[in-house]
């Protein structure tokens, strides 16, 4: 199942200055780690350096450096003569259309509170704004980070470049903020990335080119459609997006697997053409592998890990096999009910799009394709016992090839948040046909109520608390409004519910942001106002996304003046 050596090497498809690049760095963060101990030891800060002279000079100042480890004095001396500073080759850029006060802001929001609050997060697309500096593009060979042709809004904190999947959320609050043109730059960005390298990247940097993320580019051009009604801007991307979804539906990523009825589906899977450790996190991944004995074993585990990435899911127990142990991810073996939910909403989006252009024949390839897939997601991941959408895992000694026949019990009973993310396509049909009919939508609705995930600060990614920031007690700002944004469009009592999970969720980052002055990635959702903890890097704050969700469920929702923003201490009701 894992990618051959010869698809992980086509997937690096770095130039031999970038590979160069990449083995010098990995080479210091190495020596960083001998030098410094595992303590606050970020490896990621490493490959970021941009380099300041001549690679071959900075290579042999490495070598010369004291053994068995140079002081911090001594690393911290090598690094200033031959480095520049992680994250200097993108530089600060206020958007030229950022206003402190849009007009048309939140127009819904009457609590003085909310609204200054909300006007404070909308401040923070300032800071979080970059133009990759013009060296990146004469200089490759200098840098880890890849050239852009537009502006960019970062996540914050240690994540200096652009993130795929992120980037949807970032562009919905933009365009609640009025920032269309930030917004369209965001799209052209990734196009530019797709147009280069066949699909959009995990991110902006060559050591992420080895993988891809939730695929959201088609959902990002709809929003900014819906918000600016610019057709001009829908032809100018519109030829690249079934570039992407071909790449969706290669063979790495195609799983077909044969109904009860011998109905054959087609589905997809998260797969990296990687087979090393990740560049970024290479000292972790070592160390994890050191575990494992073969050489293959360590391949595949390293295959595994960095497919778990491209699910943007990294880590958490929905992927191992054994939920205390990271040697058994097995991400490449399971169908994931988020992904597959992308890709419908892809092949609708790209259906609509091509509709608007006047592209009749792509429209109709594009909306037989999601009608395939809507029949394929209900024969093969739902669960009408549980009322639920579930992983399906293929069998451990499942060839890659050929078909696989469905049995019940390969599907994955314990409970995360994304059983439910396909309720999100009730926010997007095609005429009036909902993904859910308001029957099941309900009975989905009382099962997420029962399924113990939803707290007082939002909804937890699972049940299970493992240490893995994908899981208990974390909640994550997309995971809130997918699921929100679809209970919303599912009948009265569910929109009752997803207010509700809006409300939680905007206090939680309210109270947070007024005890720490900052957004946070992501939140502890058993108690407001804390953030969350757990994964293999320190809590970060910014925070694209973060701040994305929270304008826009304020946009959605509202906030009455009478409405208390503090925490509140009433629960949801299960059941």
């Not at 606050?40 to 970021?48: G, I, N």
């Not at 959009?200 to 959201?216: E, F, T, W």
């Not at 409300?503 to 720490?516: D, E, G, L, M």
């Amino acid at each position: 199942m894992a990618p051959t050596a010869a698809a992980a090497a086509a997937g690096g498809g770095s130039d031999e200055g970038a590979s160069a690049l990449l083995g010098l760095l990995q080479r210091v963060q190495s020596e960083a780690l001998r030098a410094l101990g595992p303590h606050d030891f970020d490896p990621k800060f490493y490959v970021d350096l941009p380099l300041a002279t001549d690679e071959g000079a900075a290579d042999a100042a490495l070598a010369a450096l004291p053994r068995p480890a140079p002081s911090r004095a001594e690393l911290d001396d090598f690094l200033s003569r031959y480095f520049g500073d992680p994250g200097s080759d993108l530089v600060p850029a206020v958007p030229p259309d950022f206003q402190a006060e849009p007009r048309g802001f939140l127009p819904r929001v009457h609590s003085p509170e909310a609204r200054a609050w909300a006007l404070e997060v909308h401040a923070l697309w300032k800071p979080l704004a970059r133009r990759v500096a013009p060296d990146v593009a004469a200089r490759p060979d200098r840098h880890t980070l890849l050239p852009l042709p537009g502006g960019v809004v970062v996540p914050g904190s240690r994540f200096r470049e652009v993130y795929y999947w992120d980037s949807y959320w970032v562009v919905r609050g933009l365009l609640v903020s009025k920032m269309y043109d930030t917004a369209k730059a965001i799209v052209l960005n990734l196009v530019y990335l797709l147009e280069k390298y066949g699909f959009v990247p995990n991110g902006a940097r060559s050591y992420y080119i080895n993988r891809s993320q939730p695929p959201l580019l088609s959902s990002m051009v709809l929003e900014v459609y819906r918000a600016t009604r610019d057709v001009e801007f829908v032809r100018k991307v519109f030829p690249s997006l079934p570039k992407e979804h071909s790449f969706w539906m290669s063979d790495i990523h195609n799983v077909a697997i044969a109904d009860n009825h011998g109905q054959v589906h087609n589905l997809s899977r998260y797969q990296a053409r990687w087979n090393k450790p990740r560049p970024e996190s290479a000292t972790i991944d070592e160390e994890l592998a050191s575990k494992v004995n073969s050489m293959a074993a360590k391949e595949k585990l390293y295959s595994e890990i960095a497919s778990t990435a491209e699910s943007g899911w990294d880590f958490s127990s929905r992927w191992m096999r054994n939920s205390s142990d990271m040697t058994t991810l097995a991400t490449t073996y399971i169908i994931p009910v988020d992904l597959n939910t992308f890709i419908f909403k892809m092949e609708l989006d790209i259906g609509a799009l091509a509709q608007l252009v006047g592209d009749n024949a792509t429209s109709e390839k594009f909306l037989k394709a999601s009608r395939a897939r809507h029949i394929a997601i209900d024969s093969i991941l739902w669960n009408s016992e549980m009322e639920q959408w579930l992983d399906y895992w293929l069998p451990a000694d499942a060839d890659c090839q050929g078909v696989h026949e469905w049995k019940s019990n390969l599907q994955n009973r314990n409970i995360f948040a994304s059983n439910f993310i396909p309720l999100w396509l009730n926010a997007y049909h095609s005429g009036s046909v909902c993904f859910a009919d308001e029957a099941k939508s309900k009975r989905v609705m009382v099962s997420l109520k029962a399924s113990g995930l939803l707290h007082a600060a939002g909804i937890a990614t699972s049940l299970t608390n493992t240490g893995q920031q994908w899981d208990f007690p974390n909640g994550w700002a997309p995971l809130q409004h997918l699921i929100a944004e679809g209970l919303l469009h599912s009948g009265s009592e569910a929109k009752n519910l997803a207010e509700d999970i809006a409300t939680r969720w905007v206090r939680t980052n309210y109270a947070a942001y007024k005890s720490t002055g900052a957004m946070h990635e992501k939140y502890n959702v058993t108690a407001c106002g804390e953030s969350g903890g757990g994964g293999e890097y320190k809590p970060q704050t910014g925070f694209g996304w973060s701040n994305g969700v929270v304008l826009s469920f304020l946009e959605e929702f509202g906030w009455p003046e009478d409405k208390e923003i503090a925490c509140s201490g009433k629960v949801i009701t299960t059941g």
